[in-house]
């Protein structure tokens, strides 16, 4: 049976958290209200990114339990959905680029940024200590992630391995950016065979241009659903999960790939090292 995910494409506020959270509510309850299951934003889409100073960020930092995630899980619990959203996290003395999974009956599960760019938030947080990890929701296994961790092939290929249908990400792409934002989403879904959903942002945070392009591709690393670089959006597509499970492509009678039968792990010892 097919799933309908939303990715929601907005025009973040640069330390106006409770403005930006106005803006995830009412995208929540526009993407549940066109039969979305699963609804996804952009990395930091709660705080900004465009951090100059550790000092800024922590005046913006927000604990894992904060008020907005009380509010978001509650339209989950009414709508029966399941939202991902970015933000910079306070935890103890330290700070965290994240992303939060959120469900009804107060379902949570939080990701690190596992590798730190030396760009925005990016220089003043910890390297992410949580291992890649999949989620059995009641419509299928998925996986999420933030932005440059969607650069190391590692990262999706961990959570195809540990059974992902779908790999969630959240991204702020600048103009730099712009050439790779689809190419690297059809690769990952091609070589893994998994479903890929992409949510970035628009408009100008300190002179910087985000370039949109959010995007969810099948299975095949076809692109079936797109926002444009400029305007807000919510983007739809309806997904049968199911089809990522079996990792054998039948091309005739007696040719076939299997993408993960056919690997060779005992001839890529480098990779860890």
């Known amino acids: 049976m097919a799933i309908r995910v939303a990715a929601c494409q907005t025009d973040v506020k640069l330390g106006k958290i409770k403005e930006n959270a106005r803006l995830v509510e009412r995208c929540i309850k526009v993407a549940a209200d066109n039969g979305a299951s699963l609804i996804l934003f952009s990395e930091c889409c709660l705080t900004g990114f465009s951090i100059e100073s550790r000092q800024e960020a922590e005046s913006i930092a927000l604990s894992s339990d904060n008020k907005y995630f009380q509010r978001f ?160 959006d919510i983007i739809f597509a309806d997904v049968e999960l199911y089809l990522a499970d079996d990792k054998k492509i039948i091309f005739d009678v007696d040719e076939s790939v299997d993408v993960f039968g056919d690997r060779r792990p005992e001839l890529y010892h480098r990779i860890v090292e």
């Open 73 to 232: 899980a509650s339209l989950c619990d009414k709508l029966d959905v399941y939202v991902i959203v970015g933000f910079i996290e306070k935890e103890g003395d330290k700070l965290y680029n994240s992303a939060a999974l959120l469900g009804p009956q107060a379902f949570k599960a939080i990701q690190h940024k596992v590798h730190r760019s030396f760009v925005g938030i990016d220089r003043f947080v910890e390297k992410g200590d949580i291992p890649f990890a999949v989620y059995e929701l009641p419509f299928g296994k998925i996986g999420f992630y933030i932005s440059y961790d969607h650069n190391f092939p590692e990262s999706a290929r961990v959570l195809a391995l540990d059974g992902a249908e779908l790999i969630c990400v959240l991204t702020n792409w600048s103009e730099i950016s712009k050439p790779i934002a689809l190419a690297l989403s059809k690769v990952r879904a091609f070589e893994n065979d998994v479903f890929v959903a992409c949510a970035d942002r628009v408009g100008l945070e300190r002179g910087i241009r985000y370039v949109g392009l959010t995007h969810i591709t099948d299975h095949f690393g076809n692109c079936v659903a797109q926002a444009g670089e400029f305007d807000e």
